[in-house]
């Protein structure tokens, strides 16, 4: 049964769950109470919509997985326009500390401004939270309607890069002070030819930032059976950033997992290019290159690790062929904070029309339920979706493409996935 209550924290204009309990990090490792609290932002237009109907499947899988032994104990913190309501900031310190504090966090969709206004706040999180991973699996769920003959070979798990790359947002606009501050630097001391009218943008990779990602991507290779590794770059052009990102990964796993690695070129050379049992293949491939082989090969891939941008491309590029962003979960994880969400956008002129597909949202806390260590729960959901797909039961995006569909709206679509649990 659900452990006792534990010391409340103070916020500014939220009040924490005194029924639940936080998540603790000991010597390294988390421990998850019966009943851990876990802030849950809702996200700005159709995330109303999603996260309530989310929510409501995920407490049911966790009633069904395990009696009434374990629950979530949500607890809402804002950010985005809806934060707006209660603080005059989009981004609230409450929120941050909310997340900091109970480790694990649910997020719905928010608004990114094209052009001029704030900076998106996914960037501005994951960089505050410093969740250095953005870890993307992508695979196909039968029955979901596919642009592509074998969507059932896409079956892979992303690593992006999620603090460095061009998304540091180090940049200035064309014109001003900086820009030409910057321009007049690379052209009289780095004798570099830049347009005077250019915007001008920086883009760092380091050992540090992409050395924590490959880390990561292979001991959850490790832990997950996956027999490949495969580092995405555009090194051939881009020598000292996205090489390096190449070389710096090969490195740490010759240093840190020899005995679990094994490169492509040493499979070649050594082995008759047949990797020896009980080894993890790791090896490299151009961006381009990439895009290509997803498409046609996709079933040779298992984990691949990127750069932010990169990643940022192809993560949605695999996304579309298992049926698009409303089937495709994320999260964004550091050495133990962890923010799942979904990885689509806030749609606002679907918003509050009862029509979205919360499938994202969904299959992101299957991942976060994995997180917690109840995979139990997620393992229900993932059956209970597919089945409610094959019943031909599906939101708008679904039944637009499926032959013989019966369209239902968000609330029913959830009502259908808690029938089949």
């Excluded at 996200?43 to 966790?62: E, Y």
């Excluded at 104990?73 to 804002?78: H, Q, S």
């Excluded at 590794?229 to 490195?251: C, P, Q, S």
């Excluded at 090969?297 to 990643?311: E, Q, S």
Aim: some cysteine.
């Amino acid at each position: 049964m659900p452990t006792g209550k534990s010391a409340v924290p103070k916020f500014a204009k939220v009040t924490a769950p005194t029924d639940g309990q936080p998540i603790k990090i000991v010597g390294n490792k988390r421990v998850v109470p019966d009943n851990p609290i876990i802030p849950v932002i809702e996200g700005d237009g159709t995330g109303r919509d999603i996260m309530k109907a989310s929510r409501r499947v995920i407490d049911a899988a966790v009633q069904k997985a395990f009696g009434g032994q374990k629950r979530i104990v949500w607890f809402d913190v804002y950010a985005g326009e809806n934060a707006l309501r209660f603080y005059d900031d989009i981004l609230p310190a409450d929120t941050i500390k909310a997340i900091k504090t109970y480790v694990v966090a649910l997020k719905g969709p928010l608004t990114t401004p094209i052009g001029g206004g704030f900076r998106s706040l996914n960037v501005s999180m994951r960089q505050i939270l410093n969740l250095y991973a953005c870890v993307r699996p992508v695979k196909y769920y039968s029955g979901v309607p596919a642009p592509v003959k074998r969507p059932e070979a896409m079956d892979i798990v992303i690593f992006r890069e999620n603090t460095e790359d061009v998304y540091a947002g180090i940049e200035w606009a064309k014109g001003t002070k900086e820009a030409k501050a910057v321009i007049k630097f690379l052209t009289s001391k780095m004798k570099v030819k830049i347009r005077s009218d250019s915007g001008i943008g920086i883009k760092p990779m380091s050992v540090t930032g992409t050395q924590r990602l490959v880390r990561k991507a292979i001991q959850y290779a490790i832990d997950h059976n996956r027999p490949t590794i495969t580092l995405v770059h555009k090194g051939n052009i881009m020598k000292y950033t996205e090489g390096a990102f190449r070389d710096w990964g090969y490195a740490l796993a010759k240093k840190e997992f020899g005995k679990e690695t094994i490169t492509e070129t040493e499979v070649t050379e050594k082995f008759g290019g047949q990797t020896p049992a009980g080894k993890i293949l790791i090896r490299d491939r151009i961006a381009d290159s990439m895009f290509q082989q997803v498409l046609l090969r996709p079933d040779d891939y298992d984990v691949v690790v990127t750069p932010n941008l990169n990643g940022d491309y192809l993560s949605d590029a695999c996304a579309a062929q298992i049926g698009g962003l409303g089937m495709a979960p994320g999260a964004n994880i550091g050495d133990h904070i962890a923010l799942f969400e979904a990885t689509h956008g806030t749609a606002p002129k679907y918003a509050d029309k009862d029509m979205i597909n919360p499938g994202s949202v969904i299959l992101s806390a299957v991942m976060m339920l994995e997180y917690l260590g109840w995979p139990q729960a997620g393992q229900l959901i993932e059956k209970a979706i597919e089945k409610t797909i094959a019943e031909k039961i599906v939101t708008y995006d679904l039944a637009r493409q499926m032959e013989g569909a019966q369209k239902v709206g968000t609330a029913a679509y959830a009502d259908r996935i808690i029938f089949n649990l």
